[in-house]
């Protein structure tokens, strides 16, 4: 199974709970955190069943084009096994800046029917707590099994959540209502990108879709000693931490601020990739608190010394 890394974090746990093989499909910071056909395509053989796509994308806020789509496609026909499924997680398709719109590849030719759309109120709709979403499965025998085991492992949505989901997909209101959030998202990353990028040991890719950022910290975790604290450790709790993991923890504990680190969105193949994913789904002004204190925090090598000293908070 293919899967983008860094992507959502069951995709990869998903894969080795079910006992696949685990492929992730690398992207690359100076790409832009896309890929290419022929990146794929060195990915695919003839065991490969399903291939995981992710537009917009959780963490880099990627989005991959309709030309981009176009050459996935095409690889997608020519190379893969006649039954391969391609998921196509697209719970962020509302969710796009600079007034681009979301293209799916379920819509190229000879993809409907390799194709399983994933979407959802979560995120468009703002109703992330409500767990409510749907999946399209090109066929009704697999919407069968997919009904009988989402059946037996979640249960059922309760009658009041489909409800509001209901008005949700069919109230007048509903779009202009995604439209101001999105612009207040796009507001909001206009202003936390440039703003990363003049931290000293910080750059940033413009995101352009979800709401999420996605900067690489390699130079944090260096001039804070991060880097050389983690070589310092043994092996045995090298493998269960990472530079950017406690540079994550050092926020949290020492500067109340919270982010998620590179291992936590696939951690195969990710050694040596010091990024941290903040989340612009809150006020600009808590925002501006946030990037105040981590702009502090990146120089505090004394206090980082003493965060080291409580063996807990970074394992």
Not at 40 to 64: D, E, K
Not at 221 to 240: F, K, T, V, W
């Amino acid at each position: 199974m293919i899967y983008p890394s860094p992507g959502y974090p069951i995709y990869e746990s998903w894969v080795t709970y079910a006992g696949a093989k685990p492929v992730p499909l690398h992207l690359r910071e100076e790409s832009g955190f896309t890929f290419t056909p022929d990146d794929l395509a060195a990915l695919i053989t003839p065991r490969t069943r399903v291939i995981f796509l992710c537009s917009p994308s959780n963490p880099t806020g990627g989005v991959l084009s309709k030309k981009e789509l176009e050459g996935i496609a095409k690889v997608i026909r020519e190379k893969a096994p006649a039954d391969v499924r391609v998921y196509s997680d697209e719970i962020y398709e509302q969710c796009i800046f600079d007034g681009e719109k979301h293209h799916s590849i379920s819509v190229e030719p000879g993809m409907e029917e390799r194709s399983i759309i994933a979407s959802g109120h979560s995120k468009g709709y703002a109703m992330t707590g409500w767990r409510l979403g749907y999946t399209v499965l090109p066929t009704a025998a697999e919407a069968a099994v997919f009904k009988q085991l989402t059946i037996n492992t979640i249960s059922c949505v309760p009658p009041f959540v489909q409800e509001a989901g209901r008005v949700a997909l069919t109230s007048p209101e509903s779009l202009p209502e995604i439209a101001k959030m999105v612009a207040a998202f796009q507001e909001r990353r206009d202003w936390i990108v440039p703003t990363l990028n003049k931290l000293a040991g910080v750059r940033c890719q413009n995101p352009k879709g979800a709401f999420y950022v996605f900067p690489n910290v390699a130079g944090v975790c260096e001039q804070l000693g991060i880097i050389d604290a983690y070589n310092a450790l043994p092996p045995a709790r090298r493998a269960h931490t990472a530079p950017s993991a406690m540079l994550q923890m050092f926020l949290l504990y020492s500067y109340g601020v919270a982010t998620m680190d590179r291992n936590s969105f696939g951690k195969i193949g990710a050694e040596g990739q010091h990024f941290l994913r903040l989340s612009i789904a809150t006020s600009l002004d808590r925002l501006k608190e946030g990037m105040s204190r981590i702009t502090t925090a990146s120089t505090d090598r004394a206090g980082f010394a003493r965060f080291l000293q409580d063996e807990k908070l970074y394992n």
